[in-house]
C-alpha cells in the first residue's frame, strides 16, 4: 500500500497491530476516524487508554476489574462457600451470562503448558490454595471450569492433587451432549463419555 | 455480555463503534492490549490520536495530507499536464499502488447523489474547475477515474459538461474485460460492452 500520508500510514500500522486486523481493514477504521469529527477519535482513544492505565486485577480472584477488589468479590450477596476456578476473565463472563451462578471466581490467568514455560508459579494457584487455607476462608467447594485438554486436565490434576486433605470439595462442571443438540451431530468424544458418564434420569415432578 | 468492569465496558464499545467489529472482536482487542505492556496500548492510541488531530485535506487536491500541500502535488517531477479525478482517497492509493501515473489527482470526496442530498457544492468539482481554469494551470488532460454508477455516471457527465468549452481534454479510463480474466467469467455487462467498444489489435513489435 501506497500512502500519501506518514500520519495514515502510523495510524494503519496502529490498527493492524492488532490481532486479527489486517492493512485493508485498518485503513477502513483509519478513514471511518478521518470521516467523523475529531472528538469521536478523542473519545475513542480516551476510553481505550484510561481504560489500560486503570485496569487492575482483583487482589482475591485475579479478575479484571476498576477497583482493588472486584465487583463480585466486593459483592455481599454472592455465596462465598463456592469458588469457580477458570482459565480466564472470558471464562468469568461466560458464566456470569448464564445467569446460574451465585459462588465466586478464581481466574488462573492461562493453563498448565510445559512446552510454553508455563508452570504453576506463572499461575494464581498459589494464591487460591492461600485463600482456601486461610483461618476465615468461608469456601466449601470448589469448581473447576477449565477446558478438557491436555493442559487443562494437567491443570485441573494440579489442583485436586493439591487440595487433598483440605476440608473443601472438589467438583467439576458437567460435560455431555448439549441441550437441545442433536444425537447425530455430537462428536464422537463427547457421546462416548457422556455415555459412560449416564446419570439416572429424574422426571421433572417427581 | 456481562463486565465485571466499567473500563473494559467502555473499551468494548468505543471498539464496537468502528464499522465491521462487533462487540464480540471489541473485547477479544481490548484482552489483548490488557495483555500487553501499557506503553503498547499508549503507542496505539497515540498514534490514532496523532493522526486524527493533524491531518488535513491538500488545498491543491484534496487528498490527505500532513502538510497543506500533499506528496503528489509537492512533487516536481509529477506530470502537471495530467488531473485524474477520483471518489476518494482510498482510489488515489489503489492507482499510486500500479506505478503507472506520473499525474496529479483530485480527490471529489464522494459522487453527486440527489437521493441522499450530495449535490456539485457538497464535492470538490467547484475546485477543481478553479484549479483548471486559473491563468497559470499547466492542465491539459482530466482524466475520469469514477466508477460507471448511476451516481458515477451523474458526476462524469456533470464534470465534462462543466469543462465544455475549455481547452482540456476529458478522458475516462478504459473498461472491458479484465487482464487474465476468463471470457466465460466475465459479467455479462462488461464482455457485452468491450465487444461493442473494441479497440484495433496491435501486435506488440509493431
Redesign the interface.
Known sequence: ????????E??V???A?????GRK?A????????GKS?EV???????????????QHCTICH????EPI???CADKRRDRSLICVVE???D??AI??TSQYRGLYHVLGGLINPLEGIGPSELTIDSLLHRIAVSDSEAKEVILAISPTIEGDTTMFYITKKLKGSPVKVSSIARGVSFGGELEYADEVTLGRSIVARVPYKLSNE
Open positions: 500500500m501506497n500512502f500519501s500520508s506518514k500520519l495514515i502510523q495510524s500500522e496502529a490498527f497491530s492488532l490481532p486479527g486486523i481493514t485503513l477502513r477504521l483509519t478513514l471511518h476516524l478521518v475529531p477519535t478523542e473519545q475513542f482513544t480516551e476510553a481505550i487508554s484510561k481504560m489500560r492505565r486503570s485496569i479478575n479484571l476489574s476498576d472486584c465487583n463480585v480466564s476473565i472470558r468469568v463472563m456470569e451470562d
